[in-house]
């Protein structure tokens, strides 16, 4: 009976650790950035509005490159146009040209 719950347990516990999602560095930078402006910059708009102030908050490069032709509309989830804008700035964080990035070795390159 012990050797049975023995191996419930370990099996509970690899499930765990293979669902877990791995969160890449520019992941957690985007995650940062977002936390920083919904507190800081945009802190003072509703949360169902603020979208549009906290993704050009993040990197208004991309958020220009993403929105420009039409901002998100109040309360808008387009998870199409997210996905190219947290794809463009991944693009930037590997090419380390983010200005508030601290990247890896030396000094930033530059753009």
Do not use: W
Request: with cysteine; proline share 3%.
């Amino acid at each position: 009976m012990t050797k049975i719950l023995l191996v419930f347990i370990l099996l509970i516990i690899s499930a765990f650790i293979e669902g877990k999602k791995h969160t890449t560095r520019s992941e957690s930078y985007i995650s940062q950035r977002r936390y920083a402006c919904e507190r800081g910059q945009c802190n003072h708009l509703p949360v169902d509005v603020r979208d549009n102030c906290v993704n050009q908050c993040i990197n208004v490069d991309c958020f220009i490159e993403t929105y420009e032709n039409q901002f998100l509309e109040d309360g808008e989830l387009d998870s199409a146009r997210y996905q190219q804008f947290t794809g463009c700035i991944k693009k930037k964080f590997e090419a380390c040209t983010l200005p508030d990035q601290t990247c890896p070795n030396t000094t930033k390159r530059s753009s």
